[in-house]
């Protein structure tokens, strides 16, 4: 890939056994590859960290949490080796967290797309504001929510996960993500969000560590098949991004 993208930001603190983790990137803090990998990475450490107990993720400003895929990578794409290593950034974020010993709590401040959804769904708990709507706009721009379908499936079932896919233009409002149980608690303000998610991050860290590590086992039982699943499936994504629908539906998106 010949296009310069930024790389994003990654930030990382613990403070009394609460780590917390957050992304950015200037365009509506979405993903590319590089970002990707960093944030798998940090996530594995902290894993292995005796010192954490609960994690805290959350996106740079006030606007939108993650607008998932960056368009700019997706668009240097130029063949399927790309494309699988491409979307293979989100899998392995997936498994890394849904693996990952600790809890790990989302901050949601404000809109997630496509993969922005899937990685809330990889969260154990998510909190969000009222201005944090959801939308699958895969299917819109010639691929679908593939890598990310099983996480999503896992929250909130195979029913909302095909509305969302196929209303891929239509936004859902944070009650709605929050019914359905991609969001545990859905609070006004920015202000109200930070207090809501460290008075439950500082409760979890109070908890026997094992005993959490035991139930988060059993919060994502059943999906011992994902390393697997989830990489071919980004070889699904990797072909259909080189399509010529794909490649003028994301010069469009752009131009908006």
Known sequence: MSTVISKGSLHSKIDNTIAT????HPA????????????????????????????????????AFCAGASFEELLAVTNESEGKSFFSGFAHLINAMKSC??????????????????????????????????KLSELAIGIGPFVIEPVVSHKIGKTAMAQMTLNAQQWQTATWAQQKGLFATVVTTPEELIT?????????????????????????????NWDKLLIARAEISGKLVLSDFTKNALLQFKKQ
């Open 196 to 224: 809501a998610v460290t008075a439950f991050a500082r409760s979890i860290a109070s908890y026997n560590p094992e005993a959490l590590a035991q139930m988060k086992k059993i919060i994502w039982e059943g999906t011992e």
């Open 101 to 134: 010993s600790k809890i790990i709590v989302a901050s949601v401040q404000g809109k997630a797309v496509g993969g922005g959804v899937g990685i809330v769904a990889a969260c154990d708990y998510a909190f969000a504001t009222e201005d944090s709507s959801i």
């Open 21 to 24: 983790v957050t992304f950015g």
């Open 28 to 63: 509506s803090n979405s993903f590319p590859s590089d970002l990707l990998q960093r944030l798998t990475a940090e996530i594995n450490h902290l894993n292995g960290n005796s010192l954490v107990n609960v994690i805290i993720l959350k996106s740079e400003g006030n606007k």
